[in-house]
């Protein structure tokens, strides 16, 4: 009579009593906001039937705010370890009724549900929203949502404010959870590094022509010998090239002498040398590539060094540039070839 067959049930979706499409959110949206690729929104409501009350058209999908609070406990769930089925059933039971009352749950509080190794939030403190959606996404491993989420950044905000705003505090949050955890977060950072770097280098330009050999050389970007971070070099790889400078990036770990002689061979204008830990940072080494020069007798130029990372933090670094933001090393940069422009 009812149009299910004998033998098969079908669960309910309760719809809200009035619900409010001015306060409705679109898949897409409702993805960036939760962390999550669309294509897992549409696979929960296919299989687990947590989808949205309102349908526009019938086709198109509007997220109300008790969607959004049902879908917000599914992410917390499976993100500690709770299989998605399960998380499904339990978001739905502790979601607010029409009325406003809960439903009554159909599965155990989540405190009694396994935790994975890697469970709980990340430590974001007073962010933008876009990096709650980005951890939530890194937690679970969600590379595709991962992936969407910094495309979403940089367009929207443009490379530096992505970058600083975005990736950066939430790659911090990654590891205070890391330094926290007994290195239970690695695959984490693993990951959304990764993806990071991906996305930086989609976005950076193909270094430009040096221009006349009388004119600024390169900068050259390096990390320090023994240091393996690269990101925050990418990251100025990248806005340098936006600005149409010319770059070299060396990447990890560049030993001395190959360092020495990139430098003797380019004559840069600039020299950017990263070091994340102390132990990697070497003001011999800096010193030592300040003192580099080049050019004829009574004209000879030196390159400006810049030292990043919070490896030099208390060191001394006199007649060396030391940015405190990544826009104030952009901007010191370029005043170098704003200063001396190309012949």
Same mark, same amino acid.
């Given at each position: 009579?009812?149009?299910?067959?004998?033998?098969?049930?079908?669960?309910?979706?309760? #719809?809200?009593?009035?619900?409010?499409?001015?306060?409705?959110?679109?898949?897409?949206? *409702?993805?960036?906001?939760?962390?999550?690729?669309?294509?897992?929104?549409?696979?929960?409501?296919?299989?687990?039937?947590?989808?949205?009350?309102?349908?526009?058209?019938?086709?198109?999908?509007?997220?109300?705010?008790?969607?959004?609070?049902?879908?917000?406990?599914?992410?917390?769930?499976?993100?500690?370890?709770?299989?998605?089925?399960?998380?499904?059933?339990?978001?739905?039971?502790?979601?607010?009724?029409?009325?406003?009352?809960?439903?009554?749950?159909?599965?155990?509080?989540?405190?009694?549900?396994?935790?994975?190794?890697?469970?709980?939030?990340?430590?974001?403190?007073?962010?933008?929203?876009?990096?709650?959606?980005?951890?939530?996404?890194?937690?679970?491993?969600?590379?595709?949502?991962?992936?969407?989420?910094?495309?979403?950044?940089?367009?929207?905000?443009? *490379?530096?404010?992505?970058?600083?705003?975005?990736? !950066?505090?939430?790659?911090?949050?990654?590891?205070?959870?890391?330094?926290?955890?007994?290195?239970?977060?690695?695959?984490?950072?693993?990951?959304?590094? @990764?993806?990071?770097?991906?996305?930086?280098?989609?976005?950076?330009?193909?270094?430009?022509?040096?221009?006349?050999?009388?004119?600024?050389?390169?900068?050259?970007?390096?990390?320090?010998?023994?240091?393996?971070?690269?990101?925050?070099?990418?990251?100025?790889?990248?806005?340098?090239?936006?600005?149409?400078?010319?770059?070299?990036?060396?990447?990890?770990? !560049?030993? !001395?002498?190959?360092?020495?002689?990139?430098?003797?061979?380019?004559?840069?204008?600039?020299? !950017?040398? @990263?070091?994340?830990?102390?132990?990697?940072?070497?003001?011999?080494?800096?010193?030592?590539?300040?003192?580099?020069?080049?050019?004829?007798?009574?004209?000879?130029?030196?390159?400006?060094?810049?030292?990043?990372?919070?490896? @030099?933090?208390?060191?001394?670094?006199?007649?060396?540039?030391?940015?405190?933001?990544?826009?104030?090393? *952009?901007?010191?940069?370029?005043? *170098?070839?704003?200063? #001396?422009?190309?012949?």
């Amino acid at each position: 009579m009812n149009g299910i067959p004998d033998g098969e049930e079908r669960e309910e979706r309760p #719809e809200p009593a009035f619900p409010d499409i001015a306060t409705s959110l679109t898949t897409g949206a *409702l993805a960036r906001r939760l962390g999550v690729s669309p294509t897992t929104l549409r696979s929960w409501d296919r299989r687990y039937g947590i989808g949205p009350a309102v349908r526009t058209d019938g086709r198109h999908r509007r997220w109300t705010p008790r969607d959004v609070a049902v879908l917000e406990s599914m992410c917390r769930l499976t993100s500690a370890g709770v299989p998605p089925a399960e998380a499904a059933r339990a978001a739905k039971g502790a979601a607010p009724g029409p009325g406003g009352g809960a439903v009554p749950p159909s599965a155990p509080e989540p405190a009694t549900r396994p935790r994975s190794r890697a469970a709980g939030t990340l430590p974001l403190g007073d962010v933008r929203q876009e990096c709650r959606g980005l951890a939530r996404a890194a937690v679970r491993l969600d590379a595709p949502a991962v992936e969407e989420q910094l495309a979403a950044a940089v367009q929207t905000h443009g *490379l530096a404010v992505a970058w600083q705003e975005v990736m !950066v505090p939430t790659l911090h949050a990654v590891g205070r959870k890391w330094a926290s955890s007994g290195d239970r977060y690695v695959e984490v950072e693993h990951l959304l590094s @990764w993806h990071m770097s991906t996305a930086l280098r989609r976005c950076t330009r193909p270094p430009a022509r040096q221009g006349d050999a009388l004119g600024p050389g390169p900068v050259v970007l390096a990390c320090a010998p023994g240091e393996q971070h690269t990101l925050a070099l990418e990251a100025l790889n990248a806005g340098l090239g936006e600005l149409g400078l010319p770059t070299r990036m060396f990447g990890a770990a !560049v030993p !001395v002498e190959a360092l020495t002689a990139a430098v003797d061979r380019l004559g840069p204008a600039a020299v !950017v040398l @990263w070091a994340q830990a102390r132990s990697t940072a070497s003001l011999p080494l800096a010193r030592h590539i300040a003192g580099a020069q080049w050019g004829v007798k009574g004209a000879r130029t030196r390159p400006v060094v810049m030292l990043g990372g919070a490896g @030099w933090l208390g060191r001394s670094s006199q007649g060396m540039l030391r940015p405190t933001t990544f826009q104030d090393a *952009l901007d010191s940069l370029a005043r *170098l070839y704003a200063a #001396e422009p190309s012949a």
